[in-house]
């Protein structure tokens, strides 16, 4: 089946440490995304990609990098100079100016 | 200024009743995507119905539809018939298609936790 995978579900993290979140996808998709959620809250974008080999910063891209070294991967990490980095990431990924995009399962992230 | 508001923190509704989830937005882009997203408590987001600011019909996809009035910038989600499974939270988001450099991407409201009782 298609479809997005993130890897791990939950993630704990100590302070001042670097994590790297995973996301595949599977659907041939040229777009992907991360993104940020936090209780009682919408999503915010963290960074985009529209093609291999090249990234955008969305609204809130401080304190995280990604790559895309591959269409079907496209790897968040969240570095110790995020301040704030305990949330809900979702990874997503979209093909077509006005279709849907796809969402993967999610990671929490804790820091303790 | 926000661009997606959802006025509604909150809502209970009785089993089988009809349920409209308010969402306002704000562009300037004249051309521009709605979308509306189910997230139940496994954390996972579910496309339900998408809409086009050019659409001359409402979107409908089963018991949703999509309430569009462009004039007032309105792009309200009605359920038919709710179920026990519909409780969830409910986001609603826009994609400007010509987002004049900006960012790509969904903006997203804050949510409305719909449960809906037996």
């Known amino acids: 089946d298609g479809g997005i995978t993130q890897s791990p579900k939950y993630l704990f993290r100590k302070e001042g440490q670097n994590v790297t979140l995973s996301c595949e996808q599977n659907l041939n998709h040229d777009a992907m995304y991360w993104y940020r959620q936090d209780p009682g809250q919408g999503l915010r974008l963290i960074y985009y990609s529209q093609i291999v080999n090249d990234f955008q910063k969305g609204d809130i891209a401080e304190g995280y990098s990604v790559s895309r070294e591959k269409k079907e991967s496209f790897p968040l990490t969240v570095t110790s100079a995020q301040k704030n980095p305990t949330a809900f990431y979702l990874c997503a990924s979209r093909q077509g100016a006005s279709t849907e995009a796809f969402f993967g399962q999610g990671t929490r992230l804790t820091v303790v | 200024a926000q661009k997606i508001t959802q006025t509604q923190p909150g809502m209970f509704v009785q089993e089988k009743e009809a349920v409209t989830l308010d969402c306002t937005y704000d562009t300037s882009d004249p051309s521009y995507g709605l979308f509306w997203y189910k997230q139940p408590s496994s954390g996972e987001m579910i496309f339900l119905i998408y809409?086009?600011?050019?659409?001359?019909q409402n979107a409908t996809e089963g018991r949703y539809s999509l309430n569009f009035q462009k004039a007032r910038k309105s792009a309200n989600l009605v359920i038919s018939a709710s179920q026990l499974g519909d409780s969830a939270m409910y986001f609603c988001a826009m994609r400007e298609l010509y987002s004049g450099g900006g960012a790509d991407g969904l903006t997203f409201g804050k949510g409305t936790h719909l449960i809906i009782q037996p």
């Open positions: 809409q086009g600011s050019y659409d001359q």
